[in-house]
């Protein structure tokens, strides 16, 4: 199958690490990327492939994966990181893309 | 990178057809996605280079088409036979691809078009 799900929402504390997860079994075999969506925006790359950061995305930003689950973690999240994530996989069977339904992080 | 630069927003009744267009001046693959209100992203379908290529989500499979005019580098997204369900953000999105020695090629989307307002509305 190629659906990925994620959880509706996460919270941490100011300053503290969180891990935002996407799971599926396409993705023991592919990559996904990490979009992140500020109200009334639109979304923007955080992260692709194995760890890869665009330009302009802080270092706190980093990505793993391990077995059917890729992470998304923010190593000291700070209150501009709240916003939906979502992520995004390749069925390489039907040359389809899927996203995840998002997670809202909220930082306390 | 810099945003893509979308049409503006439009309004239309049940039934009707739209076509919102995406300024894409580098020659890549490009992905439509749609958001509906209150809800999560949503893929559509991808065009080729050329404009010679498609490849559409099957829920979209015979309302929609996408098109391409190299001349202009303009992309464009028509959606048909419009329902109230078809209200939502419908961006454009130019694609990347990367070979990785452990999985293989990966892709991802970057930069985003601003986003286009699609209100269905009798």
């Known amino acids: 199958s190629s659906e990925v799900t994620q959880d509706p929402a996460v919270s941490v504390a100011l300053g503290q690490t969180v891990r935002i997860t996407c799971q599926g079994d396409s993705l023991r075999s592919n990559y996904v990327s990490w979009y992140q969506q500020r109200p009334g925006q639109a979304p923007v790359l955080v992260m692709s492939g194995k760890n890869n950061r665009p330009s302009g995305i802080p270092d706190r930003f980093s990505g793993s994966n391990s077995g059917n689950t890729a992470s998304l973690t923010i190593t000291g999240a700070q209150a501009e990181d709240e916003a939906d994530y979502y992520c995004?996989?390749?069925?390489?069977?039907?040359?389809?893309?899927?996203f995840g339904g998002g997670t809202k992080l909220v930082v306390l | 990178q810099v945003q893509l630069v979308q049409s503006g927003a439009e309004v239309k009744t049940p039934g009707a057809s739209v076509k919102v267009s995406c300024k894409e001046p580098a020659s890549n693959w490009v992905h439509w996605v749609r958001q509906a209100p209150g809800q999560g992203l949503e893929w559509m379908g991808v065009i080729n280079p050329s404009g010679d290529g498609t490849v559409y989500a099957q829920k979209f499979q015979g309302r929609v088409t996408m098109s391409r005019d190299t001349s202009t580098s303009t992309v464009y997204m028509e959606l048909s036979s419009l329902r109230s369900d078809d209200t939502a953000v419908y961006y454009c999105a130019r694609d990347h691809s990367r070979l990785d020695t452990d999985m293989g090629r990966y892709w991802w989307f970057d930069p985003w078009g601003q986003g286009t307002l699609v209100t269905v509305s009798s």
């Open positions: 995004n996989s390749r069925d390489s069977t039907t040359n389809h893309w899927v």
